[in-house]
């Protein structure tokens, strides 16, 4: 068997269903191994793009992407999306082309030691030297991806190798892996230290997003009445309709949520791990934090856990549910304060009618288009904090936003992935104009797939994250302005359909008459961001610091 063409069947062995890649000389091997394959070769126009739709589809499937590259140029596009997935914990497989290394006529042309560049940005990467060994490095690089904690790896495979003859080729089986449990001792410290405090919480992090979590989750919050909150990755893990959620933590500090963090004498931290933004920061003496996790904590000068629970998380939480039993000296009348506070300041601006747009009123009637099971995903910029703190997610999983890497370019790659996954859901793709630039050529994929997608661009003509961080810090604002395309002749040029609302009041309507058309469409809407620091900065924390325990 021609050693390409066994690399595809153990692919295939793997589950791998499509492949997200750009062809170049070096993979054509592959590329034709694929042909008569059951794996369906996605076609990209930018590498990072690829790797974007990979980790995606890791994330949302739990089974490892695929992304495909070339060598050298290729190869280097793929390292955003490396970092994307390993610090975002998505399981995804890099594959890349080289030159071959038993001998070749090329000099240094497009040389570049890819390995080296991936080993501090993946779980693995190796050099494929022998055909022979084809099964057994894809199939240590899938169980790496793929064990908890998840991320990227990445293979590389020379053109000669990939011609190799192989003989007797043996495909090696899948194995099933158990997580271990937690240690007994460890369980009964930690439902001793909740059955003793006055106020506890609970916080739910990324790696809380799995569906036998959120089902232990949940059952853990309606026996006990313990109140949760999210960081911006376990948005969703629980209904945040949930008469006992506290709220997101979006910002860093000074929101209502961190008034009930500061009220907490312990809090119970499922899922979480330094990689995220801080959700809190830890003050020595203050209260007990309780680390469960599929590993233990890494110690950070803001986050030193008192107690670790180490183990499958899901399993972790059910024997947590069965030990405990709701304390009458358990006091949470200053979280229903904070709740109630948080709450009414939630609602207000929702049907603010200005034009350029109020975020608030963006995001509910993103909001109200959007069923349970819809799908938003998120590009970095200052919208994501706005949608982070004030959308309300329904389901796990619906509401895609990088708080690891947080990289720009992400957000239309990701959707195109989601709606791949799941192709009934009303998936949307909310993008700033300078990230959706990033990745924007990235529309004629989706025309070309006869996707039905719809991706909201909220202009500024500007980065306005970076702005509100300027502001925030006291500087006049400088080197924040660019100019952008018209984006419904973008649109159309592309072969979507191009909408700009040129009320409040039309925008709802523009996005559900896009979503029941099908098709791609592009909704260029402006985005009213003068509000940032006044809210953000100042409203929020001088309201929730008038909030008593």
């Known amino acids: 068997m021609k050693a390409s063409d066994l690399f595809v069947k153990a692919l295939e062995a793997e ?45 949302l499937t739990g089974q490892a992407g695929v992304a495909m590259s070339t ?16 610090l975002g914990a ?19 042309f497009q040389l570049v030691d890819v390995v080296d560049m991936m080993h501090p940005l993946t779980k693995y990467t190796t050099q494929i030297v022998s055909g022979q ?23 590389e495979l020379p053109e000669d190798v990939a011609r190799d003859d192989i003989e007797d080729p043996i495909l090696l089986p899948t194995e099933y892996a158990r997580r271990p449990s937690a240690d007994e001792a460890a369980l009964v410290q930690a439902a001793e230290a909740i059955t003793q405090a006055r106020h506890p919480v609970l916080m739910i992090g990324a790696g809380g997003n799995r569906q036998r979590t959120a089902k232990a989750l949940r059952a853990f919050i309606d026996k006990l009445s313990i109140p ?3 960081t911006q990755m376990g948005k969703g893990v629980v209904d945040e309709e949930h008469p006992l959620w506290l709220g997101n933590a979006a910002l860093s500090d000074g929101d209502f949520v ?40 890494e110690v950070d000068a803001v986050y030193f856990p008192q107690i670790e629970v180490v183990g499958d998380i899901a399993h972790t939480v059910e024997r947590l549910t069965e030990a405990l039993e709701p304390q009458k000296r358990w006091d949470f009348s200053f979280f229903d304060t904070v709740r109630d506070a948080f709450n009414k300041q939630l609602a207000e601006h929702r049907e603010d009618d200005r034009f350029p747009v109020h975020p608030v009123r963006i995001v509910d009637d993103v909001r109200k288009v959007m069923p349970d099971d ?7 910029g200052m919208y994501k904090i706005w949608f982070a703190r004030y959308y309300r997610a329904r389901q796990s999983n619906t509401i895609l936003l990088d708080n690891a890497l947080a990289s720009m370019g992400a957000g239309l790659p990701s959707a195109m992935a989601a709606k791949m996954v799941h192709p009934d859901r009303r998936v949307m793709a909310i993008c700033g104009d300078g990230g959706f630039m990033m990745n924007a050529q990235e529309l004629e994929t989706a025309v070309r797939l006869k996707m039905d997608l719809v991706i909201l661009i909220l202009q500024d003509n500007g980065f306005g994250m970076i702005r509100w961080k300027q502001a925030d810090m006291g500087f006049d604002e400088y080197g924040m302005e660019f100019g952008n395309p018209d984006f419904v002749a973008f649109a159309e040029a592309h072969g979507a359909r191009g909408h700009r609302p040129s009320s409040a009041d039309e925008f709802a309507p523009t996005l559900e008459r896009a979503f029941r058309e099908g098709g791609v469409h592009v909704v260029d809407l402006a985005i009213d961001y003068s509000v940032n620091h006044a809210v953000l900065d100042e409203e929020i924390k001088k309201r929730s610091a008038k909030l008593k325990a």
Request: charged content about 20%; aromatic content about 6%.
């Open 15 to 59: 589950g791998v269903q499509c492949i997200f890649g750009v062809p170049g000389e070096e993979n054509l091997d592959i590329v034709e191994s694929l042909r008569d394959s059951s794996i369906r070769l996605v076609v990209t126009r930018h590498e990072q793009a690829a790797g974007f739709m990979a980790a995606t589809y890791g994330r």
């Open 374 to 380: 819809g799908i938003i995903c998120l590009d970095n």
């Open 71 to 86: 060598l050298g140029p290729g190869a280097t596009n793929l390292v955003t999306a490396a970092a994307y997935a390993q």
């Open 228 to 230: 949760f909150f999210t």
């Open 258 to 297: 961190h008034r009930a963090i500061d009220a907490a004498d312990t809090i119970i931290n499922v899922g979480h791990d330094v990689v995220e933004k801080p959700p809190f920061f830890m003050r020595r003496g203050k209260r007990t934090v309780i680390h469960i996790n599929f590993s233990s904590a």
């Open 133 to 155: 060994t084809i099964p057994a490095r894809i199939r240590e690089a899938f169980r790496q991806a793929e064990e908890e904690r998840p991320g990227a790896v990445h293979l």
């Open 90 to 108: 998505m399981p995804m497989l890099m594959l890349t082309g080289q030159k071959p290394i038993r001998q070749h006529k090329q000099g240094m």
